[in-house]
C-alpha cells in the first residue's frame, strides 16, 4: 500500500473559528503522529490532543499522521473537521463521531411567527456561534448555494455537529438541503438531529416533495426519538410559481412556502428590480397558494446589506402583499425586519377590540362573535389573536392590556 | 535559571516587586490608599540669557541636538504617541544614540506601537536596557520572551504624568514630534501634513525634563498658534523631511464596525445606560475610537436624539462621529484626548468647543482633582474579567503582553463604569475565573455587557435597582463564567510561565499592583 492523504476545513489568514486537518496514511507511518498548531495550544492544547486521540481510537486508525492548524475552533468542529477527513480516507467503517447534546429543544410549532429566517452558510463555523443572539425566528444551516461543491461533504457533518452543540435560543433550527439527489444525503444526516424545518431549494413539482417524505418517512423509522420536521419548500422557477398551489398541498409537513427571486428572474429572463413589477405575479401567486393551502407565505431575501431603509421598505411592501416572513443574510436585518412586520398602533387597536369581543362571545356561549352590528368571522378571529400575540413578543403592549381597555 | 527578586504580596494578593531595575517602587496598597508626600519634581533653573536672543533654536539634526543635549550612558528618553503607528520620530531618535554610542538608556515612551519594531536592535545591542511605557506588537513580544534586559514598566496616561511630577522618573531628555512647530519652539498638533490634533500626552516632558528638542516637519515663522507645546520649555528645534506617515496617524475617515456582535453589545450598553437612568440632559460620557466603544457613541447619539437629550461634554478620543454630535448640537462640548480621524482634527481647528485636553487635566493623580472623576459614564476593552470584576487590559490570557494600559485605569473612576466585551473571542473565555494580569481592580468596574447577558458588580446596589423590571438580560457574572466555558468546551488551562519577571504594572498612584512573568514557547 502506497501514502494516502486527506484534508478537510479551513485554512488562512481570514479563518477563524475553525480548524484545517490533514490525514496521511500507509507505508511506514507507525503509531498516531500528531502536529498541532493552535491558537488555544496554551489554554486547550491538551483537550484537542485528547480529543484527536479519542476520535482515533473510536474510528480504529491506529497509524496516522495528522496535521492540524487551528484558529480557534470549537470541540464539535474539530470533530467534524477530522471525521470528514477520515471519511474521505474511506476509513470511517461508516460509523459517526457525535458530539453530545448540549442544550434541550423543543419542537418548534407548526404556526409559529417565522417573520425572519437567517441564512448561515453550513461551511463557516464561526457564523454559527453568535447567530442566535440576534434572536431571529429562525436560523437556516445552509448546504446549498453557500457551499461549494467539494465542500458539501464536510459541511454535511459540520451541520449535523452544529445541531447537536449550539444553543440557537429558541429559534427554529432550520436546515436548507441541496437538491435531490445530493439532498438524500443532506437528509440523513440532519433529520436525526432534532431539525425543525427543512428548506428544499428550487421545487418545481409536487412530486419532488413526495420524494423527500418517503426519504423522511424511512430516517423518521430508524430514528424514533428525533423531531418530524416541516418543510418548507422554496420556488425559485415559472414552472414552481405556476404550481405553487399543488406543490404547498403536496405534504401536511409543508408549513410555508418561500420565494426566491434570484433565480426566478432569471428563468423568466429578466433582471430584479428595486420596483420589483417583474415579480409581482411570482409573489402574489405564490401569497395566494399559501393561504389556499393555510400555511404561511415567505418573502425573499434583501441582499443590500447596508441598505437598511431599503429593507424596511421591501418588508412594509411584502407585509402589504400578504407575506409573513423574509429570509435575511446579514444579523443586522433582524431587527428592521422584525419591526416592520409589528402591527401598526391601529392594527393592535382594532385586534383588541375583536378579541375582546370574541372573549366577551365565548363567556356568554355565543356562536357567533360581533362588533357592534358587525358580524366576525373566524378567519378574523385568528388573524387578531395573533396581531396581539406579536405586538406582545414585540412587546409593543404589556400582558396586562385587557385591564387598561 | 534562579532568580534573586525581592517581591512583596500586595493588597491584591498578587507577588509583585518591591524594587524594580535597581530602584525601589511600593506594592499596591488598595484603591486610594496611598499617597506621596513632600514637593513635586522640578526641572534644573535655566536662563533666557542662555538661549538665543532670537528665539531661534534650531539645530541641524537629532544627532546634534542629543548631542548639544548631553546624552549619555543610562539616560531617560522620552517620545510620544501621537504619532501613533506613522510615528517615525521615535526610531530616528535610537537611530542617532546608537550613532553616538551610548548604551543602556530608559526609554519612556507615552506609548509605542508596531512601527516601533526597529527599537528591538537597540535592545538587543544594549543602546536601549529597557522601556517604560507599553508595549504591543513585535515589542511586547520580545518583551513577553525575556529578551530584554531590564525590567519594563507599563504605566497609565495619568500614571505617566504622577511618575515624571513626584519624581519617580526624571526625563533627561524629551522629544516631541510636532506636525507645526515655529523655531522658537511652540508647536501643535493641528497643522502640516503630520497633523494629528493635540500633543497633551508630551505636555509632562515639556514641563520636566532638562532637555526638550521639538522635531517637525512643517516649520513655520514665529509665532506657532495656538501653542499647544510652549516653546519657552523648548531647547532645540530640529526640522526633519517627515516626521511621520500620514495615513497611518490619523484615518481619512473612521469606519464604524461591522461586526453584528460588537455592534449588538455596544447597542446593549447604550440601552443600559438609558434604562439605568444614567443618559439625561446635561451627562458626561466617554467614547473611544475602538471598534465596540465607537458603536457605543452612535447608538447613544441615537437614543439621545430619539429621547430629546443633550449632553454636556464628552471625553475621550474623537471621530467623525463624535464631532457630528457637537455639530449637531447633541454635546455642548468635546473635550479631546486624542484625535482618531482628519473630520476630528479639522472640528478641533475650527470650533472652539472642541477642546484639547492631556493627560494633566484628564487623569493626573497628583492634579488637584481631574476630569476622569467627574464623567457619568465610560466605556473600556478588556482581555479579560474576572468573577470578582477585575479586568486585564496588557495582556492575553496566554500571557503575552498585547496592549498598553493607555488612559484606561484613570477612566476607571468614571461615575459609572461598563465594560462592553464578548463573552470569549474564538476560543478563548473572556470571563475566567482569575484575570492572568491584574491591571484595573473590580472595585471600579460596575457593568460587564456581553452578547449573552449583563452583569452589574454587586457593591452597584443603584444600578441593580435602577434596572429591576426593565427587559435587559442581567445575569450574574458566575453564570456568565460559566456559559463561557460550557460554549468554549472547559475550563481553559493556566499558561506555564517562566520565573523570570518582565513587566511591572503600575496603578494610577505609582504603586505596584501586578507584575507580568515571561512567556515560554
Given at each position: 500500500m502506497s501514502i494516502k492523504t486527506s484534508e478537510a476545513g479551513n485554512k488562512g489568514d481570514k479563518i477563524r473559528s475553525d480548524c484545517w486537518v490533514s490525514l496521511k496514511v500507509g507505508d511506514g507511518i507507525k503509531g498516531v503522529n500528531l502536529n498541532l498548531e493552535s491558537k488555544v495550544k496554551v489554554l486547550y492544547g491538551d483537550s484537542i490532543k485528547d480529543l484527536i486521540f479519542d476520535m482515533m481510537k473510536f474510528f480504529g486508525i491506529e497509524d496516522v499522521e495528522i496535521e492540524m492548524i487551528d484558529t480557534g475552533a470549537l470541540p464539535f468542529v474539530i470533530m467534524a473537521r477530522?471525521?470528514?477527513?477520515?471519511?474521505?480516507?474511506?476509513?470511517?467503517?461508516?460509523?459517526?463521531?457525535?458530539?453530545?447534546?448540549?442544550?434541550?429543544?423543543?419542537?418548534?410549532?407548526?404556526?409559529?411567527?417565522?417573520?425572519?429566517?437567517?441564512?448561515?452558510?453550513?461551511?463557516q463555523p464561526k457564523f454559527f456561534l453568535n447567530a442566535a443572539i440576534h434572536k431571529p425566528d429562525g436560523l437556516i444551516l445552509d448546504l446549498e448555494d453557500s457551499v461549494a461543491p467539494p465542500a458539501k461533504d464536510a459541511a454535511r457533518i459540520l451541520v449535523r455537529n452544529a445541531l447537536r452543540s449550539i444553543d440557537f435560543k429558541g429559534a427554529e433550527r432550520m436546515v436548507r438541503i441541496n437538491q435531490l439527489p445530493l439532498g438524500y444525503e443532506d437528509l440523513e444526516e440532519v433529520i436525526p438531529q432534532k431539525v425543525d424545518l427543512i428548506l428544499i431549494p428550487k421545487v418545481e413539482f409536487p412530486e419532488q416533495i413526495k420524494e423527500i417524505d418517503r426519504k423522511v418517512d424511512e430516517i423518521l423509522k430508524e430514528n424514533p426519538d428525533t423531531f418530524d420536521p416541516y418543510y418548507m419548500p422554496i420556488i425559485e422557477s415559472a414552472a414552481g410559481v405556476m404550481n405553487a398551489y399543488s406543490i404547498a398541498k403536496a405534504s401536511k409537513r409543508i408549513v410555508a412556502l418561500a420565494i426566491g427571486l434570484e433565480d426566478y428572474t432569471a428563468d423568466i429572463g429578466t433582471q430584479r428590480t428595486n420596483e420589483g413589477r417583474e415579480s409581482f405575479f411570482a409573489r402574489s401567486m405564490l401569497v395566494n397558494a399559501a393561504?389556499?393551502?393555510?400555511?404561511?407565505?415567505?418573502?425573499?431575501?434583501?441582499?443590500?446589506?447596508?441598505?437598511?431603509?431599503?429593507?424596511?421598505?421591501?418588508?412594509?411592501?411584502?407585509?402589504?402583499?400578504?407575506?409573513?416572513?423574509?429570509?435575511?443574510?446579514?444579523?443586522?436585518?433582524?431587527?428592521?425586519?422584525?419591526?416592520?412586520?409589528?402591527?401598526?398602533?391601529?392594527?393592535?387597536?382594532?385586534?383588541?377590540?375583536?378579541?375582546?369581543?370574541?372573549?366577551?362571545?365565548?363567556?356568554?356561549?355565543?356562536?357567533?362573535?360581533?362588533?357592534?352590528?358587525?358580524?366576525?368571522?373566524?378567519?378574523?378571529?385568528?388573524?387578531?389573536?395573533?396581531?396581539?400575540?406579536?405586538?406582545?413578543?414585540?412587546?409593543?403592549?404589556?400582558?396586562?392590556?385587557?385591564?387598561?381597555? | 535559571m534562579k532568580y534573586n527578586y525581592k517581591t512583596e504580596i500586595n493588597a491584591a494578593g498578587r507577588e509583585v516587586l518591591v524594587e524594580i531595575n535597581g530602584e525601589k517602587h511600593i506594592p499596591f496598597k488598595g484603591v486610594n490608599k496611598h499617597k506621596p508626600t513632600g514637593r513635586k519634581a522640578a526641572p534644573p533653573i535655566r536662563s533666557c540669557i542662555d538661549y538665543p536672543w532670537d528665539g531661534d533654536k534650531r539645530v541641524e539634526s537629532i544627532k546634534e541636538a542629543l548631542k548639544k543635549a548631553g546624552i549619555r550612558d543610562g539616560m531617560t528618553i522620552s517620545t510620544h504617541h501621537h504619532l501613533r503607528n506613522g510615528d517615525y520620530v521615535a526610531n530616528m531618535v535610537f537611530d542617532a544614540a546608537a550613532e553616538l554610542g551610548v548604551k543602556n538608556l530608559r526609554w519612556f515612551p507615552s506609548a509605542s506601537f508596531p512601527i516601533h519594531a526597529p527599537i528591538i536592535k537597540h535592545l538587543e545591542s544594549g543602546v536601549i536596557h529597557h522601556i517604560e511605557g507599553s508595549m504591543n506588537g513585535p515589542l511586547g513580544d520580545f518583551t513577553s520572551r525575556g529578551k530584554m534586559k531590564g525590567t519594563a514598566i507599563l504605566r497609565s496616561h495619568g500614571g505617566r504624568y504622577q511618575a515624571v511630577q513626584d519624581g519617580e522618573v526624571h526625563i533627561d531628555i524629551a522629544v516631541i514630534s510636532a506636525p507645526c512647530a515655529d523655531p522658537f519652539g511652540n508647536a501643535n498638533g493641528l497643522y502640516g501634513p503630520a497633523a494629528c490634533g493635540l500633543l497633551g500626552f508630551a505636555l509632562a516632558d515639556s514641563q520636566y525634563a532638562d532637555y526638550v528638542i521639538v522635531v517637525t516637519d512643517n516649520l513655520v515663522p514665529f509665532p506657532c498658534i495656538p501653542w499647544q507645546i510652549q516653546g519657552n520649555y523648548v531647547d532645540y528645534v530640529v526640522e526633519v523631511e517627515s516626521i511621520g506617515d500620514p495615513s497611518k496617524i490619523v484615518s481619512g475617515t473612521t469606519q464604524l464596525t461591522k461586526s453584528p456582535d460588537r455592534l449588538l453589545i455596544a447597542e446593549m450598553a447604550a440601552q443600559f445606560a438609558l434604562e439605568a437612568g444614567i443618559v439625561k440632559n446635561g451627562f458626561s460620557f466617554q467614547a473611544g475610537a475602538g471598534g465596540t466603544s465607537l458603536a457605543f457613541a452612535v447608538f447613544l447619539r441615537d437614543i439621545m436624539k430619539k429621547n430629546n437629550i443633550k449632553a454636556r461634554f464628552v471625553r475621550g478620543g474623537s471621530t467623525k462621529y463624535l464631532t457630528e454630535m457637537l455639530e449637531e448640537g447633541l454635546t455642548d462640548y468635546i473635550l479631546d484626548g486624542q484625535t482618531f480621524d482628519l473630520e476630528g482634527v479639522r472640528s478641533m481647528r475650527e470650533n472652539p468647543n472642541h477642546q484639547d485636553t492631556s493627560p494633566f487635566t484628564s487623569y493626573n493623580f497628583h492634579g488637584k482633582g481631574n476630569f476622569a472623576s467627574m464623567v457619568d459614564v465610560v466605556v473600556l476593552g478588556a482581555?479579560?474579567?474576572?468573577?470578582?470584576?477585575?479586568?486585564?487590559?496588557?495582556?492575553?490570557?496566554?500571557?503575552?503582553?498585547?496592549?498598553?494600559?493607555?488612559?484606561w485605569q484613570n477612566c476607571l473612576y468614571g461615575k459609572t463604569v461598563i465594560l462592553p466585551i464578548p463573552l470569549f473571542r474564538d476560543r478563548i473565555p473572556v470571563i475566567v475565573d482569575e484575570v492572568t494580569t491584574l491591571v484595573g481592580p473590580g472595585e471600579l468596574i460596575d457593568v460587564i455587557v456581553t452578547e449573552r447577558g449583563i452583569a452589574i458588580n454587586p457593591r452597584r446596589k443603584d444600578l441593580i435597582n435602577a434596572v429591576k423590571g426593565t427587559n435587559l438580560p442581567i445575569r450574574s457574572i458566575e453564570e456568565l463564567k460559566e456559559e463561557a466555558e460550557k460554549i468554549c468546551g472547559g475550563k481553559p488551562k493556566k499558561p506555564k510561565l517562566g520565573e523570570k519577571i518582565v513587566a511591572a504594572i503600575k496603578w494610577v498612584d505609582g504603586t505596584v499592583i501586578d507584575v507580568v512573568r515571561q512567556v515560554l514557547d
Open positions: 477530522i471525521e470528514a477527513a477520515i471519511k474521505r480516507l474511506g476509513l470511517d467503517k461508516g460509523k459517526k463521531y457525535l458530539p453530545s447534546w448540549e442544550y434541550e429543544f423543543k419542537r418548534s410549532e407548526r404556526d409559529r411567527f417565522r417573520r425572519s429566517r437567517l441564512y448561515l452558510p453550513g461551511d393561504k389556499a393551502a393555510g400555511i404561511q407565505a415567505i418573502d425573499t431575501v434583501f441582499s443590500d446589506v447596508n441598505d437598511m431603509e431599503g429593507l424596511r421598505e421591501s418588508v412594509i411592501e411584502a407585509k402589504s402583499l400578504g407575506f409573513d416572513g423574509k429570509g435575511c443574510i446579514h444579523p443586522r436585518q433582524i431587527r428592521v425586519i422584525h419591526e416592520a412586520f409589528a402591527p401598526t398602533e391601529k392594527e393592535i387597536e382594532k385586534a383588541k377590540k375583536i378579541v375582546l369581543a370574541f372573549e366577551e362571545a365565548e363567556r356568554k356561549g355565543l356562536g357567533v362573535v360581533s362588533l357592534g352590528s358587525k358580524m366576525i368571522d373566524p378567519p378574523v378571529v385568528k388573524r387578531a389573536l395573533r396581531t396581539i400575540n406579536l405586538a406582545l413578543k414585540e412587546g409593543l403592549i404589556n400582558e396586562n392590556w385587557r385591564d387598561e381597555q | 482581555t479579560e474579567v474576572d468573577v470578582n470584576f477585575n479586568a486585564n487590559v496588557v495582556t492575553h490570557s496566554d500571557g503575552r503582553l498585547l496592549h498598553g494600559i493607555g488612559g
